[in-house]
């Protein structure tokens, strides 16, 4: 009696001890596969202009001396659908007329927080003055209508729980057209 007693609470114990285990290895390879696919599943943060406003414009539409010179106020959004954050370091972000740079500016570095939306003000300074002569400069300023385009690369990693960190990088290309008669910047459209 005793001893079959004794046999029947030891098997308990074991079928016991070894449901724990085998919990333990469950819940161990769970964690593990999610990881896996944490980390497999990072993506590109993607970065664009939100919005744009135009200050200081001066336009000269002369055959002669053609210019155009403004300051653009760009809402920078950097949208990051990874669950670590994305630490990018100082970027260039420039403007182009015709292809030819007309305007730089820095995104200062910064951390855009995971899963979500990060919102920076960037000031460019744009001139004509930087660029040499172009033919179509005359007519496109008389036209009342300038197109441009912006493209900066922000390079930075993508950290995940303190421990794993990977290259990401997020670029943005964006063409608009400033009205110069309203001062406003239209068809703002970015890939
Ligand atoms: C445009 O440039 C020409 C030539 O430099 C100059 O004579 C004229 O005053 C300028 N116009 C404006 C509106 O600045
Ligand atoms: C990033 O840009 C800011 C502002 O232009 C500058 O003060 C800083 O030194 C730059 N940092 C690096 C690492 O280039
Ligand atoms: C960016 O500019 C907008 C509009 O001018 C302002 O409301 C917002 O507070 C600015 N954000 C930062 C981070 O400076
Ligand atoms: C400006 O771009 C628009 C399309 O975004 C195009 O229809 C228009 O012809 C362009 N204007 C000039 C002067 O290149
Ligand atoms: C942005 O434009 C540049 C120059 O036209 C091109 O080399 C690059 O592939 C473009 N990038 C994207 C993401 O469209």
Redesign the pocket.
Known sequence: MMSEDRTTSRRKRNIKCLAYIVAGVIAQTIIILLFVMLVMRIRNPKVRLGGVTVENLNLNSSSSSPSFSMNLNAQVTVKNTNFGHFKFQNSTLTISYRGTPVGEATIVKARARARSTTKLNVTVSVSSDKMSRNSALSS?VG?G?I?LSSHAKLDGKIHLFKVFKKKKSAEMNC?M?VTTSSKQIQ?LMCQ
């Open positions: 496109d036209s209508t197109n063409t057209e068809n």
